[in-house]
């Protein structure tokens, strides 16, 4: 027991994820159709700090992104603060302040409300602490912050915890669960150490169609239930690709994930396609760089046009040159940025 505190300041720096599984598809509560698959990035992250008082006559909420007001956002997290009161009763008894700032460009295809929504989340739970003078341990802290961090956006709930990540209850994963994320890198094979992952950036434009109408359209999806058998599937077998380091059919698998998902996209009603044709013309040269030169390198992409290449460190001096020499022509002004596995979220020393 330590002692409780009236006001104070808590901050966490927490990474985004990119889904090697993917999760698309939710029933009530953010709880997922199909259990997901990340890898946490080193990068790109958001650093959120946390500012409370405890409230005089006015309940403000106050969000801040980069240093501006941000309104939407604001809305947002008011609205996720209305569903949080089962788990932080003391909420509304404070004045809160958020400030939060991202280390990657704006829409540039990082997925940043899972970077946003869970260093909020490792905030809120070290406001917990610090409010009611407790100490959680390590397992619970994470657990808790993993399920306030899906609350506010399913794939924020796998970036709680570095390198490889599951989230999602599934037979062949007796620790697993719809609520909250477990990490599975204990056993995790050395050729994914370090693992790279450079994101092609085709396009920064705002997506037409949100995740959260993608998510709904599954709900009357004429291959719903096939694409859940699926992803189960997958899911099993990319635990296993872990564990054996087999390249290649980590590979297909990652490639089988990422174009099932735009296919749902493609084929759902109403339709849309989030790829653009630079995106295409990518992939068929990833692929023809790959069977030309046996490298293993494989691409995913997240519900947006931009591709993230993944492959072994290992491989970095000759994917670069290709990259430079054969794919910057067809990226938003020749940009790509360069990411890894990383190690998960850090609190700030405030
Ligand atoms: O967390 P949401 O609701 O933004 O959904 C994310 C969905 C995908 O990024 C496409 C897949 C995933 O598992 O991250």
Known sequence: MTNSSNSGSVGWESPSNIALIKYWGKKE??????PSISMSLQN???RTKLTYQAKGKENLLSFLFEGKKQKQFELRIANL???LSDHFNFLKEFQITISSENTFPHSAGIASSASAMSSLALCLCSMEEEVKGIKMSKAEFHKKASIIARLGSGSASRSIYGDFVAWGKSKSLSNSSD?????ISQTTHPVFQDFQDTILLVSSKKKEVSSSVGHQLMNNHPYASSRFAQANTNFDRMIAVL??????EFIEIMENEALSLH???MNSTPSYTLLKPNTLELIERIK???SSTKIPIGFTLDAGPNIHLLYPKSENEKIIPFINSELTSFLEKGKYILDKRGKGPQKLKI
């Open 29 to 34: 509560n953010q709880l997922p159709c199909n």
């Open 44 to 46: 790109s992250f958001s």
């Open 81 to 83: 603060f209305e569903n």
């Open 179 to 183: 609520e909250y994320a477990i990490p």
């Open 243 to 248: 564990q054996s380091g087999n390249l290649d």
């Open 263 to 265: 296919a749902l996209m």
């Open 288 to 290: 023809s760089f790959r």
